[in-house]
């Protein structure tokens, strides 16, 4: 009997007067983006993810990991093979997946991608907030790294709870 067409919580049947909480597991979400991502037209092509009426694919990512390895000035400094390369273990590691799915590759591919790639920097934006929301551990931490969402949450009326409205209805 939601008002809404997201279910949040339910009654605890076996104490009828408590709620039950779902919740996600942020580092697993990231995780499992990406792994969606890379699924998405490589491989078998099984999978297109789309948005914006462009595709969002691993190879905008994968092509501008290859073509940064060739460049004497990097752009991705934190990008390595296993970023990119994943194998049973990698695809667990939170550090690959948050790098991966960061700012700074949606700033790259925004930068010097083909225009088709803005669809892929769109999700590595909204992939990065979304994280930083749930990351928040510091005072100071989003005036060092000049990253708003990592702010301490101050108000009920904060901007980024309409954030999360936003990537849950359109993301």
Excluded at 70 to 91: C, F, M, Q, T, W
Aim: hydrophobic residues 35%; aromatic residues 14%.
């Amino acid at each position: 009997n939601a008002d809404s067409d997201v279910c949040y919580r339910t009654v605890n049947l076996f104490a009828p007067h408590r709620f039950i909480y779902f919740l996600s597991d942020a580092p697993h979400l990231v995780k499992t983006t990406r792994n969606c991502l890379r699924s998405s037209g490589s491989g078998s092509c099984t999978r297109y993810m789309w948005n914006y009426g462009k595709y969002v694919l691993w190879q905008h990512i994968t092509a501008l990991y290859y073509e940064d390895i060739d460049n004497g000035l990097k752009l991705l400094p934190r990008l390595i093979y296993e970023h990119i390369n994943l194998n049973a273990y990698s695809v667990m590691r939170v550090n690959l997946a948050a790098q991966v799915l960061s700012a700074s590759v949606a700033s790259v591919l925004k930068a010097f991608g083909p225009p088709e790639t803005s669809a892929t920097a769109k999700i590595c934006e909204m992939v990065d907030g979304f994280f930083d929301c749930l990351n928040v551990r510091s005072k100071t931490e989003h005036v060092v790294k000049r990253k708003p969402f990592l702010a301490p949450y101050t108000s009920s009326d904060d901007r980024r709870y309409g954030f999360f409205h936003y990537i849950c209805k359109f993301g």
